[in-house]
């Protein structure tokens, strides 16, 4: 044997040694956690507010739009780490907004499907807010949206309204999954679709691609945050922990000349009240009677 060949084979055995050494460790201290990065997928009895979905080991179509969903949610980690983080800022308000309004719990998730909980998104059609309202949709239900108020900005008004929405919805389809649909088309778009094809049911409509993975994509979010709370512990240390939400106080108003000088009278910075009330577009108040939030 050559001295060379001797050298490469000394060389090959301390990466060997090196690589088996590196691997141990990293199995040894990760082993029991890595599982938390990764979600079980649910059992086939997958269900929309208590309305059972096709079986999915029956139905080839079904299977894959839930999985697509699934899967994009599961290894999207950037996008579900962020409205993790959000969840402690709104879904207390929401669920107890459902709850008052007898409306399933499974709605919770849609405001996460149409903005993952940012409250400042604005749709390239023009909706806007957590609950992506349009803005003819939002005056029907008594918010203000004009050049000077939006209140499709303002969570608590937003979420009311969104629940008199999707009451208004139910008394029309009588079917939840119908009506999380109608959510993110419009109710007259899913009823000449279901008239049009002849069927009773989303899962048997074929619709355009938005709406036909909207009630997939509520669900594999509801199924994933299922399984997230299983492993809250490791995530949540793995991103920091969650927000937690500032303590405020609401304060009346009957006008505000500038919004500036307001919030510094009030011993507040303009961009603490900018970001807590997103509804006041421009720097001042027209009259009315008016609640502003602010830091306590």
């Known amino acids: 044997m050559s ?17 088996l050494i590196v691997f141990n460790i990293f199995e040894k201290n990760n082993s029991n956690d890595m599982s938390g990065l990764f979600f079980n997928y649910p059992g086939s009895e997958l269900n929309f507010a208590g309305e059972e979905l096709p079986n999915l080991e029956n139905n ?7 999985d697509k969903e699934f899967l994009n949610t599961s290894y999207n980690l950037y996008q579900f780490f962020l409205y ?50 349009m803005p003819e949709t939002a005056r029907e239900y008594w918010l203000i949206v004009n050049d000077d108020i939006d209140e499709r900005y303002h969570f608590e008004k937003a979420t ?51 709406t036909s993975r909207y009630v997939f994509r509520i669900l594999a979010i509801k199924y994933v945050l299922q399984d997230y709370e299983k492993k809250k512990k ?13 303590t405020t106080i609401s304060k009346s108003v009957w006008k505000i000349e500038n919004l500036k000088d307001w919030a510094l009278e009030n011993g507040q910075s303009y961009q603490t009240i ?23």
């Open 3 to 19: 001295d060379l060949t001797k050298y490469w084979g000394i060389i090959f055995l301390i990466l060997i040694t090196i690589f």
């Open 60 to 66: 080839y179509f079904i299977k894959e739009r839930f």
């Open 84 to 133: 993790v983080k959000r969840l402690p800022l709104y879904m207390w308000y929401i669920e107890d907004t459902l709850d008052q309004y007898k409306i399933p719990q499974d709605f919770k998730y849609l405001p996460i499907a149409e903005s993952a909980l940012r409250n400042d998104v604005v749709s390239w059609a023009g909706a806007a807010g957590i609950w992506q309202f």
């Open 160 to 210: 009311k309204a969104a629940a008199e929405y999707i009451d208004y919805l139910h008394g029309l389809f009588w079917n939840r999954t119908l009506v999380a649909a109608s959510y993110n088309r419009w109710q007259n778009g899913i009823k000449k679709a279901l008239e049009d094809q002849k069927v009773d049911n989303y899962y048997d409509l074929y619709l355009n691609e938005e």
């Open 234 to 246: 490791y995530i949540d240390k793995i991103i920091g922990g969650q927000y937690t939400p500032p």
């Open 274 to 296: 900018k970001t807590l009330n997103m509804w006041i577009k421009k720097d001042f108040l027209p009259e009315w009677k008016w609640e502003i939030l602010i830091i306590k």
